[in-house]
C-alpha cells in the first residue's frame, strides 16, 4: 500500500467508483463519500464520466499523502489493466 498520510496536513484519497454496466473511474478527492455522492447524484458536480453511466458503488479508497502523490497515484492505477484494478480491490478486501 502506499505511505501514510502526514499529520496535520489534508487528507487526500485515490478512489475507484464502479458504474452500473461495471466501469471503473478513477478519481482524487480529500471526501470520497462526498464525492461519490457528487457523482451519484449531482451532474453539475459529478464527473462527465457519469452522465451516460451512473455511478453505482465506490469501491476503492487508498489514502495519500498529499495532493501531488495523489495525482500520482491516480495516474498509475488509470494505466492499470481492469484485471489489474479487480485485483487491487481485492487485496484490499472488496
Not at 9 to 20: C, H, L
Not at 28 to 41: G, K, L, V
Amino acid at each position: 500500500m502506499s505511505s501514510q498520510p502526514n499529520a496535520g496536513a489534508q487528507q487526500w484519497w485515490v478512489y475507484m467508483v464502479e458504474t452500473v454496466s461495471g466501469k471503473l473511474y478513477t478519481g482524487i478527492t480529500t471526501n470520497p463519500q462526498r464525492r461519490f455522492a457528487e457523482h451519484q447524484s449531482n451532474p453539475k458536480l459529478g464527473a462527465r464520466f457519469f452522465r451516460s453511466d451512473a455511478a453505482k458503488a465506490l469501491v476503492y479508497t487508498e489514502p495519500q499523502a498529499d495532493r501531488a502523490s495523489a495525482c500520482k497515484r491516480e495516474a498509475a492505477i488509470k494505466k492499470l489493466s481492469r484485471t489489474a484494478k479487480l485485483a487491487l480491490m481485492d487485496d484490499v478486501g472488496r
